[in-house]
């Protein structure tokens, strides 16, 4: 049989690096999906001369429809895969958008990975989906004004805590609607883990340093929950490290799933037809 192999986005981030490693030390084929590869190629380099042709790196920027879709269409021709995990993410202190205007926070988390994810699923048969959650989705709100964040009504917990919740109702609705596929799709919550990402940018953040960050998880910790959910043969989880639970009833019946999904398809469709 050929080679299949995992796709991680933001491999060269700190969590993304994580689980490339443990992938690649239990024998997997991994893609590095990595927007700066002038950055992120030393990783691979350094991890094919441990583990010869465990990794390949390529090119994968979710603030561009353009290059998520040439991305897709690479994997096509030259990659048999079996699965996806969604790692990469941001949030960012200042608004900005993407190439096709959308807020960043919501363009990549959410948009990309969305248009990303619909790309890659005729691929994935009786593959795995794994979706990048955060604790920020419980104050995170989801509703007809899902898309206009602009620079005047802009914080950065406001748009990720969206595109948190946002992913973790998408986790649910393609854990249903993939099934017959033989689709496995679940989220992975990898907890507070001391990266740059929960950096504030703020006069207090070496004081939060020095109290906080010794407590919170490392990426390797904060990767075992991606990992955990790449393994499951389960659906609709919520894996946080390896412990697991259902996707809360309450987000089941969301009132704005089945709108944002129909706007995902409307926003991509142009990007769905290359
Ligand atoms: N850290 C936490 O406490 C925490 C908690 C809950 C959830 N998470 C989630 O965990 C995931 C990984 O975060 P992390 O903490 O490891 O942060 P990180 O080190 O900043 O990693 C984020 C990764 O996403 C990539 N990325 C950002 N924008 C991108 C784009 N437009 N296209 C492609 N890739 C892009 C980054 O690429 P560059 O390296 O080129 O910047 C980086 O590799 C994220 O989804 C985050 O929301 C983190």
Redesign the pocket.
């Known amino acids: 049989m050929s080679t299949q192999y995992t796709i991680v ?8 690096k994580a689980i490339t490693q443990a992938l690649v030390e239990r024998g997997e084929h991994v893609i590095m ?4 590869l002038d ?2 190629r030393p990783l691979c380099q350094e991890i094919n001369s441990r583990y010869p042709g465990s990794v390949v790196i390529m090119e ?5 429809f353009d ?1 998520i879709a040439t991305f897709a269409s690479a994997i096509q021709e030259q990659y048999p895969i079996k699965a996806l995990i ?6 960012n202190k200042h608004y900005s958008t ?1 190439k096709q205007g959308y807020e ?1 926070t919501i363009g ?2 959410f948009l ?1 990975t969305y248009l990303l994810t619909r790309l890659l699923t005729p691929m994935l048969k009786n593959g795995h989906i794994t979706f ?5 989705r419980y104050i995170g709100k989801v509703d007809k004004n899902f898309f206009d964040l602009t620079a005047n009504n802009y914080g950065r917990f406001k748009a ?1 805590s969206r595109s ?1 919740l946002a992913t973790t109702l998408l986790a649910h609705y393609l854990s249903q609607q993939l099934a017959p596929m033989g689709i496995h799709v679940n989220a992975a ?10 950096h504030m940018d703020a006069w207090f953040d070496p004081i939060a340093d020095a109290l906080f960050r010794p407590f ?2 490392t ?1 390797q910790q ?1 990767a075992i929950s991606a990992l955990s959910a790449n393994m499951s043969n389960l659906s609709g989880e919520i894996f946080e490290k390896q412990r697991h639970h259902t996707i809360p009833k309450r987000l089941h019946t969301h009132p704005h799933t089945q709108w944002l999904i129909e706007q995902a398809e409307l926003i991509t469709a142009p990007w769905r037809k290359l």
């Open positions: 986005t933001g491999a060269g981030g700190s969590i993304g999906a990595c927007r700066n950055k992120d994968l920027n979710l603030a561009s290059s969604n790692n990469a993410g941001v949030m993407t960043m990549v988390n990309g990048t959650t955060s604790l920020t990720y948190k919550d990898p907890g507070i883990v001391n990266t740059g990402m929960i919170i998880s990426p904060g």
